[in-house]
């Protein structure tokens, strides 16, 4: 059984930075794709980055290019993302999810296990 505990949440004024974490234990951590969703008051929840197992692809929703990166550290069991230049509408609790196949892929349904999610505030 794979957990998968966020964590770097927080309050931050808009143009702030954050880095979000996700510990990983259980299973071969290198082996998985992992991506970060995000979810806002009353919306779905959306895909905001993945990154396959070897870290060397890598996917980002238009809205976020530029100031969000996903990276990985296999040795740690933890995947990244570091968030810059936050903006209001990033507001929304990010959740980390992992695929046991290794692909970097882009819907929920595709990701077997998730995190338990933290929670982002941007004020603007």
């Known amino acids: 059984q794979v957990q998968l505990v966020e964590s770097g949440g927080g309050l931050v004024q808009a143009g702030g930075s954050l880095r979000l974490s996700c510990a990983a234990s259980g299973g071969t951590f290198s082996m998985y794709g992992l991506g970060w969703f995000r979810q806002a008051p009353g919306k779905e929840r959306d895909l905001v980055a993945n990154?396959?197992?070897?870290?060397?692809?890598?996917y980002y929703a238009d809205s976020v290019k530029g100031r969000l990166t996903i990276s990985r550290d296999n040795a740690k069991n933890t995947v990244y993302l570091q968030m810059n230049s936050l903006k209001p509408e990033d507001t929304a609790v990010y959740y980390c999810a992992a695929r046991l196949r290794g692909g970097a892929r882009r819907y929920e349904y595709e990701y077997d296990y998730w995190g338990q999610g933290t929670q982002v505030t941007v004020s603007s």
């Open positions: 990154i396959s197992w070897s870290g060397g692809i890598t």
